[in-house]
């Protein structure tokens, strides 16, 4: 049982990206920030744009800006087809899986990255299978609205504070220098 629990350990104690009391201190002020800018905004949901703040702030500024725009397209695509299936399927779990495949097929046509699609489909669940008593169009613009807030702080915060590698930090092949 040790060989598996060292594996397991393995997998879970860093090795070559640590956590650093920084980067704990960055996250938090951004995931604060950007629910005090959804509360200012009165949106509806405004949990939703720190979380989206959360997932940015986990990689440096230069790793982020592409899982951000995935994000952000993502969460585009699947809150209009989310929109479009629920007016016209509400409640349909036939319409929700062909919504689904949908999208794969939209994402696939545009060649746009797995990581999108994964978020476009996240994104349609909330809009179509959450019950409110809102639009489906009202739900799908509010989450956009409040994923993309949180995208923005999380890559302005990264940009105004950038995470620094400790000096006694060893790059090796499979580091990237950081900016």
Same mark, same amino acid.
């Given at each position: 049982?040790?060989?598996?629990?060292?594996?397991?350990?393995?997998?879970?104690? +860093?090795?070559?990206?640590?956590?650093?009391?920084?980067? +704990?201190?960055?996250?938090?002020?951004?995931?604060?920030?950007?629910?005090? $800018?959804?509360?200012?905004?009165?949106?509806?949901?405004?949990?939703? &744009?720190?979380?989206?703040?959360?997932?940015?702030?986990?990689? %440096?500024?230069?790793?982020?800006?592409?899982?951000?725009?995935?994000?952000?397209?993502?969460?585009?695509?699947?809150?209009?087809?989310?929109?479009? %299936?629920?007016?016209?399927?509400?409640?349909?779990?036939?319409?929700?899986?062909?919504?689904?495949?949908?999208?794969?097929?939209?994402?696939?046509?545009?060649? $746009?990255?797995?990581?999108?699609?994964?978020?476009?489909?996240?994104?349609?669940?909330?809009?179509?299978?959450?019950?409110?008593?809102?639009?489906?169009?009202?739900?799908?613009?509010?989450?956009?609205?409040?994923?993309?807030?949180? $995208? +923005?702080?999380?890559?302005?915060?990264? &940009?105004?504070?950038?995470?620094?590698?400790?000096?006694?930090?060893?790059?090796?092949?499979? %580091?990237?220098?950081?900016?």
């Amino acid at each position: 049982m040790s060989s598996g629990r060292s594996q397991f350990t393995s997998l879970i104690v +860093a090795s070559e990206n640590p956590s650093s009391l920084m980067h +704990a201190a960055r996250t938090a002020v951004a995931a604060i920030v950007s629910y005090l $800018i959804a509360r200012l905004f009165r949106l509806p949901e405004p949990h939703w &744009a720190p979380i989206s703040t959360l997932i940015v702030m986990q990689s %440096t500024l230069g790793a982020a800006l592409p899982i951000s725009a995935q994000r952000f397209a993502g969460t585009a695509i699947g809150a209009a087809v989310g929109a479009l %299936t629920a007016t016209w399927f509400s409640g349909n779990v036939w319409a929700f899986g062909a919504a689904i495949f949908l999208i794969g097929l939209i994402c696939a046509v545009l060649h $746009i990255e797995r990581s999108a699609y994964r978020y476009a489909s996240i994104t349609l669940a909330i809009v179509m299978l959450v019950t409110r008593s809102a639009s489906a169009w009202r739900i799908a613009i509010d989450r956009f609205f409040e994923v993309s807030l949180g $995208i +923005a702080v999380g890559l302005m915060l990264s &940009a105004v504070w950038p995470e620094r590698r400790p000096p006694n930090w060893k790059l090796d092949a499979k %580091t990237p220098a950081m900016p």
